[in-house]
């Protein structure tokens, strides 16, 4: 059974960093072969797209609203995504999760994670 477990949230001033973990474990096939991505969810709002990396060529993806502020990377050795926030704002502040999809002879199998709380403010 696939486990997604996000850390590293927590309560930062606005202009601060923080890098969020997510670990996959129960996994009967390779970490390699899913695509990871992050979204976040602010009380009252719709759930959003943060950042994409693929599961091949680790190509990125992100929301206009973080580009440039936010980095998503992968370690296929540790079944880890992060997600490094710079320069952040009190509209980051929400629920971040991870998202993973593996795609098997064209059926998807998709995780969600139980989320990890982000809150920017002075």
């Known amino acids: 059974q696939v486990q997604l477990v996000e850390s590293g949230g927590g309560l930062v001033q606005p202009g601060g960093s923080l890098r969020l973990s997510c670990v996959a474990s129960?996994?009967?096939?390779?970490?390699?072969?899913?695509?990871m991505r992050w979204y976040r969810q602010a009380p009252g709002k719709e759930r959003e797209l943060v950042a994409g990396i693929s599961s091949t060529s680790g190509s990125t993806n992100y929301a206009d609203s973080v580009s440039g502020r936010f980095a998503i990377s992968r370690d296929n050795g540790k079944n880890a995504v992060y997600l490094q926030m710079n320069s952040l704002k009190p509209d980051d502040t929400a629920v971040y999760l991870c998202?993973?999809?593996?795609?098997?002879?064209?059926?998807?199998?998709?995780?969600w994670g139980q989320g990890t709380q982000v809150t920017v403010s002075s």
């Open positions: 998202y993973a999809q593996r795609r098997i002879f064209g059926r998807d199998y998709n995780y």
């Open positions: 129960g996994l009967s096939f390779s970490f390699t072969t899913m695509s």
